[in-house]
Structures are given as C-alpha cells and as structure tokens.
C-alpha cells in the first residue's frame, strides 16, 4: 500500500509518497488555493512525470484553511479514500499543553516523526515561513514551544517598513561585519537568524532539565544550522515522515 503524505505550508507545499513507512518520492511545489480538480492534475502530472505508482491512501497536515477542502475533496474523488488529517485527535501524540487544538499540524507532524528517529527529550526546529521550536520532554510529551517571523518573513517585513532599504538576495556574506546596505541586511538577518536559534535552543534545553537532541527541518535550516553552535540535526523529510507515521497508525487503529 502506497501512502500519499501532503504537508501544506504558507509558502511551499511537499508532497511524499511513502511505502511501508519508506520514502519513495517526494516533490515540492508552491502553495495556492487548488480546488480539488486542480490537485489531481498536480498530483497526476508529478506521479506520471516521475513513474511513481498512485497511491491507495493520504494523509496530510495543512496549515492554510482554504486548501483543506481541496485535500479532502481530491481524497475522496480521485484516490477514492478518505483522507487522514493531523490534529491533536490523530496524530497519537501525548500532550501537556493547555489548548491542544491550537496547534499547528506542522508542529505535531513534526513532534511525532522526532521520536521516530531519536529518543526523548528532543527540540525540532523548522526554519519556514515561521520559524517554530517544539520541545518533547522526558516522559516523551509534548510540552510547548515558541513561534517568531521566519527568514524570509522578517526580511520582507524589513524591505516593507524601511524605505531606504531595497530588497536582497538573503544569501551569507563572507563576514557579519557588512561593509554596505546589502551586506549589512544580509549579515542582519541571516546571521541574526543564528543567533536566535542558538540562544532559543539554550532556553528551551533548560526547560528539560538536561541535553535534548536537536532536529531542524524547513527550507531554511541547511543554511542555518550548519552555522549555529547547538548541533542539530538537520532532517529535510521530518514533517512528511510524521504525517506518513500519523496515516499509518491511524488507518491500523481503525481496522
């Protein structure tokens, strides 16, 4: 059985077809407000250009209301099957947290396929349109986190609200010490980026109490981590692994 795993961002929208829990394929696309018609000629025109076999099954995490009822419709319709979504109900993960269904499926795709791959206590950070970290306790529960502007989100709320300030390229200058505007943005807001990793990385270690592993996933972390002293771990499929996980388990609960 072929699992279709779709994780909708605000900006981005990655699609993995997994089996037996194995990634097989996977692709990424921007996001737009699909109908469900509009999905399966996505996902129809990616399987057939890569030879990959359809799928029997999905389950997805969508963050952007307005694409659901085209995941759901493209579900039924076209794959014939009633699509798993990732919320606090389905995703099988124990929660010390006060509201639950604030949430973001992201988080919780996120939190679940950590400890598929490490052992308790553990921080995921994913570098997106946010930048989000999520803490598992000990006791492997979910317990928090915290939320700030992404990469690109901050330097675009830069390039908005500082007039003499024209949009750049964000790539890493040799030196933080920016020796014009566009180095000195560059250097401001990706090594700034480090920074706050690290320091965020620091504060949340100690609210459990020890050393936890560290998972970064998201478009920006191979830029990020590989320049923060926390030593993450830098896991590009966590979010669809998660989802894949949450499908799997669910559809074998249900009978």
């Not at 709320?157 to 300030?165: M, S, V």
């Not at 024209?166 to 980026?193: K, Y």
Request: glycine share 10%; net charge neutral; hydrophobic share 45%.
């Amino acid at each position: 059985m072929h699992q279709l795993a779709i994780d909708v961002g605000n900006t981005k929208t990655a699609l993995g077809l997994f089996e037996k829990g194995r990634l097989i394929f996977q692709w990424r696309v921007r996001t737009v407000h699909w109908t469900p018609d509009e999905l399966w000629v996505l996902v129809h025109s990616l399987f057939g250009a890569s030879g990959a076999p359809m799928p029997s099954v999905v389950a997805y995490a969508c963050v952007v209301p307005q694409v659901t009822h085209a995941l759901v419709g493209f579900s039924r319709r076209w794959i014939h099957t009633e699509p798993i979504e990732v919320n606090p109900g389905t995703a099988g993960m124990p929660l010390d947290y006060p509201n639950p269904l604030e949430l973001g499926p992201d988080r919780l795709a996120n939190a679940v396929g950590a400890l598929l791959m490490v052992e308790a206590p553990v921080i995921v950070a994913d570098f997106g349109t946010a930048t989000t970290f999520d803490v598992i306790d000990s006791r492997g529960m979910y317990v928090g986190g915290a939320i700030l502007p992404g990469v690109g989100t901050a330097a675009s709320e830069l390039f908005k609200k500082a007039e003499r300030i024209s949009p750049v390229d964000l790539e890493f200058p040799e030196s933080p010490l920016g020796r014009s505007t566009v180095a000195a943005v560059r250097s401001g807001v990706l090594f700034g980026a480090v920074g706050s990793a690290d320091r965020m990385t620091e504060l949340l270690s100690e609210t459990v109490g020890g050393h936890p592993s560290l998972l970064a996933t998201g478009g920006w972390a191979g830029a990020i981590c590989p320049r923060c002293r926390a030593p993450f771990r830098v896991c590009p499929e966590l979010t669809l692994s998660g989802i894949d996980a949450i499908g799997r388990k669910r559809r074998f609960d249900n009978g």
